[in-house]
C-alpha cells in the first residue's frame, strides 16, 4: 500500500475540509478558536504538513458543524 501523504485522495481530503471551513465564512483562526488550538494547527493539516488523527478529524467536523461519515465515504474510491 502506497503512502496517503501528499496523495490526491489525501489531497481531496484537505480540499473538502478547506472548502467546509470557507463555505462557513471561517477563517483559519476563527476554526481554530473553536478547536481551543492555534490558527498554525489549522494552517499545517489544510496544507498537508501534518496529519489529523481520528480524534482530531471528529473535533474538526463537530467545530464545521458536518457529518465526518459523509466525507469519509466520499473517499472510498
Known amino acids: 500500500m502506497p503512502k496517503s501523504l501528499r496523495s490526491p485522495r489525501h489531497q481531496r481530503f484537505l480540499n473538502q475540509l478547506r472548502s467546509l471551513r470557507k463555505a462557513q465564512g471561517l477563517t ?23 496529519r489529523l488523527d481520528v480524534i482530531e478529524f471528529l473535533d474538526v467536523t463537530a467545530a464545521l458543524d ?9 473517499l472510498r474510491t
Open 66 to 74: 458536518t457529518d465526518p461519515c459523509e466525507i469519509l465515504l466520499s
Open 28 to 50: 483559519q483562526e476563527q476554526l481554530a478558536e473553536k478547536l481551543g488550538r492555534r490558527q498554525s494547527f489549522v494552517a499545517k493539516y489544510e496544507g498537508g504538513e501534518r
